[in-house]
């Protein structure tokens, strides 16, 4: 089954996606996801002038050979724009096995080691009360883990909450120039403890309550909110701190028991690796898109359950549908599945272009048993909402330095 063409495609129904198709001489075509927030066009370009010439007429059943030949084989190895045009071709080749073979991916990769996959849930409020009752609504859902996030009181915009008080603030996802946020450390923790107090309070123990602090602390200042947070059971604190330095964990580590949870934007296993070996962390969030696609995260997630670490993919509204669709196969076979971030199915117009079965019912998801990924892209509907530059935030600290985003 040889590989016959490869297309690229970028549409916006509401922010980008880029999404790859390969096609084959049998008649079977596979999808991926390579969308790269705020960078889209590069891993378009890196896609149809450097990649896609190198697989024509190739064998489509070749995953683990053509994923060697693009990242061993090309010299530059890593790297986000690299690895998610790598990860983009690999869904597409998963897909294509799945459906010659008449099997949804799941069952390529061992079967399931579940029944349905728990979600995590969003609820982000202008105030503390107002993240409560989105909680509140959310548990009333079905869900059983909720990820808190709130306005900072004295800051402009805070990550994760809404901007114009419409909507979550990442959907709106089409800014021609960088919108910049303020941080300050001291205004975060004045609020922080306080919202997961009254949530315990509120909710008692048995929801799950998780928080992102999207890496704005240094080592030693996650390691005091840990342990401020201690008494209120997190899931897991996510992206405590930046860790490219991945030893610096070891401070946060000594000092907290609160579960940590690092990874949405790691390419490679070598990222994390450190972090893993060293059991300095609990969950890892590396999302198919990001980081090589399945045949990655597949060997991510059998190393990481060597040290006990679990799975928690990145749900961010960044990654398309067809992320998603690669993340429940590896959800409900991984034997050291965690949890799934979820922030809803989308709107009509994603709903329209990626087609698929997967079930979402009291805060728990079912895998779609199409053949392949079991979701297909329209094509002529993408074509309807094209490609808008946009960009995330720029972080500073109110005297102006560029800080963390
Ligand atoms: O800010 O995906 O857990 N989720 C996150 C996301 C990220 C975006 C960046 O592109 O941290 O919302
Ligand atoms: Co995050």
């Known amino acids: 089954m040889k590989i016959k063409e490869i297309k690229v495609f970028v549409c916006n129904p509401g922010r980008n996606f880029v999404t790859v198709k390969i096609i084959t001489d049998a008649g079977i075509h596979g999808i991926g996801d390579a969308t790269l927030n705020g960078r889209e066009m590069a891993v378009v370009s890196y896609l149809e002038e450097h990649v896609a010439p190198c697989l024509i007429g190739r064998n489509a059943h070749d995953i683990e050979d053509i994923w060697q030949y693009l990242y061993k084989g090309v010299y530059w190895r890593k790297g ?220 991510m997630a059998d190393f990481a359950s060597i040290y006990n670490v679990k799975t928690a993919p990145h749900g961010a509204p960044d990654l398309s549908p067809v992320c998603f669709a690669a993340h429940m196969h590896l959800n409900i076979w991984a034997p050291n599945f965690g949890i799934q971030e979820f922030v809803g199915l989308g709107n009509e117009q994603l709903k329209q272009i990626f087609k698929h079965q997967i079930k979402v019912e009291q805060g728990m998801a079912y895998v779609s048993d199409a053949p392949g990924l079991g979701i297909e892209f329209d094509e002529e509907e993408a074509s309807k909402y094209p490609y808008k530059r946009s960009y995330l935030p720029v972080s500073r600290l109110e005297d102006g330095t560029v800080w963390n985003w």
């Open 80 to 299: 986000p724009v690299n690895m998610a045009a790598v990860a983009a071709i690999d869904m597409a080749l998963w897909d294509i096995k799945g459906k010659a073979a008449g099997l949804p991916v799941y069952q390529l990769l061992g079967g399931k080691s579940r029944q349905a996959v728990t979600l995590y849930a969003h609820a982000s409020g202008e105030d503390i009360k107002d993240t409560l009752d989105k909680t509140e609504e959310l548990i009333n859902q079905g869900f059983k883990a909720v990820r808190l996030q709130s306005a900072v009181p004295g800051l402009n915009v805070t990550y994760g909450v809404l901007g114009d008080k419409k909507d979550y603030y990442e959907l709106q996802g089409n800014r021609p120039l960088p919108p910049e946020e303020a941080w300050s450390t001291q205004k975060y923790f004045n609020m922080i403890v306080d919202l997961f107090a009254q949530a315990r309070e509120r909710f008692g123990n048995d929801v799950h309550l998780l928080h992102d602090v999207h890496s704005r602390l240094t080592p030693i200042e996650s390691a005091r909110l840990g342990k401020l947070l201690e008494p209120y059971n997190l899931m897991f604190l996510e992206d405590a701190s930046i860790a490219e330095n991945q030893d610096s964990y070891k401070v946060i580590r000594q000092h907290t028991t609160t579960p940590l949870a690092i990874g949405e934007t790691y390419n490679t296993i070598w990222d994390c690796k450190d972090l893993i070996q060293n059991q300095l962390i609990d969950y890892l969030r590396a999302a198919a898109t990001h980081a090589g696609g399945i045949t990655a995260l597949r060997r």
